[in-house]
């Protein structure tokens, strides 16, 4: 049975990272637009990560232009974007599309993994994804679930 960890991503500068460098860490994976109106849950996910980085979690931000091009063209600018309004620290993957037959796999996989509400395609930014230490797809967020509501159960994952 497949789970996250059998997947590969794109990094920034090209190079693709494996994701069983995470294995038996919590994940909460999130698509990510720069320009949008759920642009300040950076601040949330960062605040989790400040909270929870060392005991285990990780949280992995993919960019999506997909829903009105709410993305920079340039990774650079998306990263620094990200680090000077918000102080993220934690990682940002290259751009990606979460949608369609151009969708990431990791994300056709996510989707697979938890429908949404009326259907499995992810409907806007900022759709989040929490992974168990093993791997699995445990629960799917909405965009305007705030990261704060999540830390119950990310709570779980680490105890």
């Not at 990510?32 to 909270?51: H, I, M, V, Y």
């Not at 979460?98 to 900022?126: H, R, T």
Request: include cysteine; charge should be negative; aromatic fraction near 12%.
């Amino acid at each position: 049975m497949k789970t996250v960890y059998d997947f590969k991503v794109k990094m920034i500068n090209g190079e693709l990272k494996s994701l069983d460098e995470y294995e038996g860490k919590p994940l909460l994976i999130v698509n990510t637009a720069s320009k949008c109106g759920l642009t300040p849950q950076f601040k949330g996910l960062q605040e989790l990560n400040d909270r929870y980085h060392d005991q285990g979690l990780e949280i992995l931000g993919f960019p999506c232009d997909q829903f009105n091009n709410q993305e920079f063209d340039s990774i650079e600018e998306t990263t620094s974007f990200c680090q000077l309004n918000y102080g993220v620290t934690f990682p940002i993957f290259a751009k990606i599309y979460v949608n369609g037959e151009n969708a990431d796999p990791l994300f056709v996989y996510l989707k697979e993994q938890k429908k949404g509400l009326l259907s499995k395609n992810i409907k806007w930014n900022f759709t989040k994804f929490l992974v168990d230490r093993n791997g699995n797809v445990v629960e799917r967020y909405a965009p305007t679930t705030d990261p704060s509501k999540i830390e119950e159960d990310i709570v779980k994952l680490l105890s």
